[in-house]
């Protein structure tokens, strides 16, 4: 099963609104990240925050992590229609370096 | 190039072939990454490379996929007797080192297995 798992599956808003999205994921980790994966194939590294940061600001970003919770939310505010895209969160967990594992991602929607 | 390079884009091939997907890493990244993606779905963890050596090859979804990276650089995605199930889009990705820092994606493979 995935380590990571995003929530919600799909998200529609209007431009100017803000997106929330959250990933809970099972095991400890090193790192979690997020990335951006629009129509087609290649994806896109947001921001990668680590186990010990609880809050990183990236331009409309804004990511949070609760190691307690074991879950990181991802905040795109005043959102735009060039923000339509698939969000994924990754981990790279505690025991095995390198085993960058990706959740089955956020569909957000923006309209104009 | 600046980037992470996969080729081909797209692979059409009959049920039984042999495949092979290539992904051409950032220079000086010692990390190289795989994985699968089904249409809609997440990414799906194959296999990764520290260097030239495979510390986790729990990904691959049966013997009949292989990997291999030679000379801390190019690596190979080998499926063998290719089944319907097979077709996804394959997906490359490095990074300065494991773990602790963004990985780059190339633009993957389709591979349509018919």
């Known amino acids: 099963s995935q380590q990571g798992e995003e929530d919600p599956q799909a998200l529609s808003i209007q431009e100017g609104e803000n997106a929330t999205m959250n990933c809970s994921y099972k095991?400890?980790?090193?790192?979690l990240q997020w990335y951006r994966q629009n129509s087609g194939r290649g994806l896109v590294h947001l921001i990668l925050i680590r186990s010990n940061e609880r809050e990183k600001h990236s331009g409309r970003l804004r990511v949070t992590l609760d190691t307690s919770k074991k879950s990181s939310s991802l905040l795109i505010t005043a959102s735009r229609a060039a923000d339509t895209a698939s969000y994924f969160c990754a981990t790279d967990v505690g025991d095995s370096w390198g085993k960058l594992q990706f959740g089955a991602g956020t569909q957000v929607v923006v309209t104009p | 190039g600046a980037g992470v390079s996969q080729s081909p884009s797209n692979k059409v091939t009959e049920k039984g072939k042999d495949v092979e997907l290539r992904c051409d890493p950032i220079?000086?990244?010692?990390?190289l990454y795989w994985y699968r993606q089904s249409l809609g779905q997440g990414l799906e963890f194959l296999i990764y490379?520290?260097?030239?050596?495979?510390?986790?090859k729990s990904g691959l979804p049966s013997d009949r996929f292989s990997a291999e990276r030679t000379g801390g650089s190019v690596s190979t995605l080998t499926i063998q007797r290719t089944q319907q199930e097979d077709s996804a889009v394959y997906l490359c990705?490095?990074?300065?080192?494991?773990?602790?820092?963004?990985?780059?994606f190339g633009q993957g493979t389709r591979l349509t297995v018919v």
């Open positions: 220079s000086g990244h010692t990390a």
């Open positions: 990705a490095s990074s300065l080192g494991a773990g602790y820092t963004e990985a780059f």
């Open positions: 095991t400890s980790i090193n790192n």
């Open positions: 490379f520290q260097g030239n050596s495979a510390p986790d």
